[in-house]
């Protein structure tokens, strides 16, 4: 069974700053109990330091919990273990299957895949910052010139010119 990048994308959170994916839909992905891989993960502890995997708090799965519906039914005794891209990219060697092999794989391209956009987007916030730049130099220095304009036209509307009369009127 093929997975759609979507799917992938749509499991990896922001947790403390990093992009993560959690135990439960590791487990699915790879095709098995969340129990086993947390064992297999537990057996081979040395080789996920903290940088690589962790265990979230009690806030933070709060928190996840009100925002996505399908965790809000998650009745685990314990919080989730969440893992960063070089976590996972463990993993594979932790559960050494076929089918690990293979998710792993597609999860790193996603990985990339989104390293690579935020690395394009951040040359388009340079030019936008350059842009703004530009922008606030050109208001400076026409701004005396639209305020010469805007004083002519306060003047005019508040001293209009006395016309003289013609014909036959008189003033009392």
Do not use: C
Not at 19 to 45: C, P, T, W
Not at 134 to 139: F, K, V
């Amino acid at each position: 069974m093929a997975i759609k990048a979507t799917q992938i994308k749509n499991m990896i959170y922001g947790i403390r700053g990093l992009n993560v994916m959690l135990d439960r839909e590791l487990a699915v992905l790879y095709g098995v109990e969340i129990k086993r891989l947390n064992e297999s993960v537990k057996r081979n502890i040395k080789r996920f330091p903290p940088e690589f995997m962790f265990q979230l708090t009690a806030e933070e799965w709060s928190n996840l919990r009100s925002q996505i519906a399908a965790f809000s039914k998650d009745t685990r005794k314990y919080k989730p273990y969440a893992f960063t891209e070089h976590g996972i990219l463990m993993l594979s060697s932790v559960l050494n299957s076929d089918k690990a092999i293979d998710v792993n794989i597609q999860i790193m391209k996603i990985f990339i895949h989104m390293r690579q956009y935020v690395l394009s987007q951040s040359a388009t916030n340079e030019q936008i910052a350059e842009l703004r730049k530009l922008l606030m130099l050109y208001i400076e220095k026409n701004d005396k010139r639209v305020n010469d304009i805007i004083v002519v036209l306060n003047n005019l509307i508040e001293q209009p010119k006395k016309t003289k009369s013609i014909g036959f009127y008189q003033e009392e």
